[in-house]
């Protein structure tokens, strides 16, 4: 079975500032996606970055990158340059064989101007 | 581009009495799926579709919950009786996802129905 670990119920962040958001997995499929979400107060679920468990690079969306340690198993979410808009709840997801998506609990992160 | 679609976006309704969701999925995904959000138990995958075909139910509460799909462009999620801790946040979300078991689809959400039920 899967399991997603999000261990940071909430961080705070400095605007303009870096921010790490932790997640950890386990996994027994050799074969996985890991996925990031963003959930804003307003409620809506917002799909941030992928990364594959055979990519070779660590996945980069804008702002957004994907600091992957596979022996470590773990998906670390990277914000750079955070801006006021970044705080929302944080959800990380895997998706192995068989279509299921499991998701961590979630981190909310504060962006203090 | 349209996305998932839900309906209605809010519904509080009495205990006891039946609850429909609705879902439009994304024109072209073959994959479906329906989760539960509480601040108690977080996002909970609920059942989910495969080319309008149920894959897993394992996440269905109770025999109370039950969901169609009837085709590609619709699915449905019921609740009866309803009962007031069922009162949560219910996102439906679709994907292209292949017997080939590609994982790099991330799922789109719909906006969610807010259901109280007192």
Redesign the interface.
């Known amino acids: 079975a899967q399991k997603i670990t999000q261990t940071q119920p909430g961080m705070f962040v400095q605007e303009k500032e870096a921010v790490t958001l932790d997640c950890t997995y386990d996994t027994s499929d050799p074969?996985?996606?890991l996925?990031w979400?963003k959930q804003p107060s307003s409620?809506?679920?917002?799909?941030l970055i992928?990364q594959?468990?055979y990519d070779q690079q660590n996945a980069t969306e804008g702002r957004y990158s994907l600091n992957f340690q596979k022996a470590r198993k773990s998906a670390n979410l990277v914000i750079s340059a955070s801006q006021l808009g970044d705080s929302a709840m944080y959800?990380c997801a895997i998706?192995?064989?068989?279509?299921?998506?499991?998701?961590?609990?979630?981190t909310r992160l504060f962006v203090k101007a | 581009d349209a996305g998932v679609i839900q309906s209605p976006r809010h519904e509080v309704t009495e205990m006891g009495q039946e609850v429909t969701l609705r879902c439009k999925p994304i024109s072209g995904h073959n994959?479906l799926?329906w989760y539960r959000q509480t601040m108690m138990r977080?996002?909970e995958?609920l059942i989910?579709f495969?080319n309008n075909v149920p894959?897993?139910d394992s996440g269905m509460p109770e025999d109370r919950f039950s969901a169609k799909m009837p085709n590609a462009s619709f699915s449905t999620l019921k609740i009866q009786p309803s009962e007031p801790r069922d009162s949560a946040?219910y996102?439906c979300?679709s994907s292209l996802?292949g017997w080939t078991?590609r994982?790099?689809q991330?799922?789109?959400?719909g906006?969610?129905t807010?259901l109280s039920i007192l």
């Open positions: 074969s996985y996606g996925f979400y409620g809506e679920m917002i799909f992928y594959g468990s959800f998706q192995t064989g068989g279509f299921k998506t499991i998701f961590g609990a979630g | 994959s799926f977080g996002l995958l989910y495969n894959i897993d946040v996102f979300a996802v078991g994982r790099d991330p799922q789109h959400f906006d969610g807010r």
